[in-house]
């Protein structure tokens, strides 16, 4: 073993390495995340989109939970932790745009509901009439 | 001493390169949000309602299996995926059962138009029929009109005795009879539900309360005899009209015995009842 460290290479990692380091850290720090405006600004407008939409009626756990993210993201915002009220902002409009679809499912179920009684209802009038007119029916 | 240092370097090297190969994994949860993303994908109907919200499911699901690290700030990140990717699958099979609700409401649509189709064939099945039997009926009535040489008019059938059935300044009915007075009475008996009304009426000859009186006597003659005819009492009247109604002028023979006369005045039926009794 016949093994010579670079006499400049070692120089170099004990005098300019930590400044270096110090450096990154300190523009670390510097640059802390900016504030997830966007986010915040579409995860609200998804959510008065739900509730809007009905939401509070036909999905209210969805629209609980998507509230819930986006009053936790302003907390975030509060606590200057940008980079966590980024992520809860976009989950509440996620949560949000669930309980949007949850409702159009529960609505258009709803509609379809309504239907098959009142075609059932006009089958059974129609059935009704027919036994009355039958001859030998009721008079 | 040198060696030393770089024999430990390269194996600080490989346990750190070993360690981040067994701490990259999916995070918790990703497998079951795939599994739920796999179950929409395989179901036959659902699979292709909703094509765009199926795949951007499938790109929050790929992305929540990326392998991250156990640091806290890692942790963080894969929990965030995960719940994104669930309710992107979530979104995705909301959509789809909404599409499969519409794609049935079409056919329910299709349905209900077909019953209501029928209900109206029925209908106006029945109207046709109806129409048909009314018309055989109207024909009948007609032929029973003519013979009776009675007269349609807006009352009703008026069906005219001539003062022939009276001897003069009396209210009993010769013997013998009009033969239309028994095919008035087999009339009412064919439609038990038309009524008649029974007016005497007399010329101008005499006080005009003695020809009330005497055309009140008629009209209740013939209705005692259409009664003894088995006709129900409750469905004929009697008046009297006296000299109020003349048809003719009263200066001639001629003119007073048209005035002289007996009318008898059926009613219309009710539309309605013309079904109900012909069922």
């Given at each position: ?32 995340p900016?504030l997830p405006q966007?986010s915040l600004d579409a995860a609200r407008?998804a959510v008065v989109?739900a ?10 756990s969805e629209l609980g939970d998507a509230r819930q993210k986006l009053a936790m993201a302003d907390a975030a915002v509060r606590d200057e932790d940008m980079e966590l009220a980024g992520r809860l902002a976009v989950e509440s409009k996620v949560g949000a745009?669930l309980a ?40 | ?75 963080a990140l894969?929990a965030h995926r995960v719940y994104l990717?669930d309710r ?192």
């Open positions: 073993m016949n093994f010579t460290p670079i006499p400049w290479l070692a120089r170099f990692s004990r005098l300019v390495m930590p400044a270096l380091l110090a450096g990154l850290l300190v523009a670390g720090c510097a640059s802390t900016p966007t407008t989109a509730e809007r939409f009905d939401a509070g009626r036909f999905a209210a745009e949007y679809a949850k409702t159009e499912t529960a609505k258009a179920e709803a509609i379809n509901a309504e239907m098959r009684s009142s075609a059932e209802a006009l089958r059974q009038e129609m059935q009704r009439t027919e036994s009355l007119r039958r001859p030998g029916g009721q008079q | 001493m040198m060696s030393h240092r770089w024999w430990m370097g390269l194996a600080f090297s490989s346990a750190l390169l070993l360690g981040c190969a067994s701490a990259l994994q999916s995070p918790p949860g990703a497998d079951s949000v795939r599994d739920k993303l796999a179950r929409l994908q395989s179901d036959p109907v659902l699979s292709n309602a909703a094509p765009e919200s199926l795949e951007r499911a499938e790109v929050a699901v790929r992305l929540a299996e990326q392998p991250l690290g156990d640091s806290a700030e890692d942790q894969g990717a992107q699958v979530e979104i995705a099979m909301a959509q789809a059962s909404t599409r499969q609700a519409e794609d049935q409401r079409a056919q329910f649509a299709e349905q209900r138009s077909a019953a209501r189709l029928d209900a109206r064939t029925l209908e106006a099945n029945r109207a046709q029929a109806a129409a048909e039997r009314a018309a055989v009926e109207a024909a009948e009535l007609k032929r029973q009109i003519e013979s009776l040489k009675a007269e349609a008019t807006d009352r009703g059938l008026v069906l005219t005795l001539g003062d022939l059935l009276f001897a003069f300044d009396s209210a009993e009915l010769e013997a013998g009879l009009s033969s239309n007075l028994d095919r008035l009475v087999t009339l009412l008996k064919k439609y038990p539900t038309r009524n008649a009304v029974i007016e005497g009426h007399t010329d101008n000859i005499g006080n005009a309360e003695y020809n009330r009186d005497l055309s009140l006597r008629r009209a209740e003659a013939v209705r005692r005899y259409l009664v003894g005819q088995g006709i129900g009492s409750d469905r004929l009247s009697a008046a009297g009209l006296g000299q109020t109604q003349p048809l003719a002028g009263n200066s001639s023979d001629s003119g007073r015995q048209r005035n002289r006369r007996v009318e008898i005045i059926i009613d219309n039926p009710a539309p309605a009842s013309v079904s109900q009794r012909m069922q």
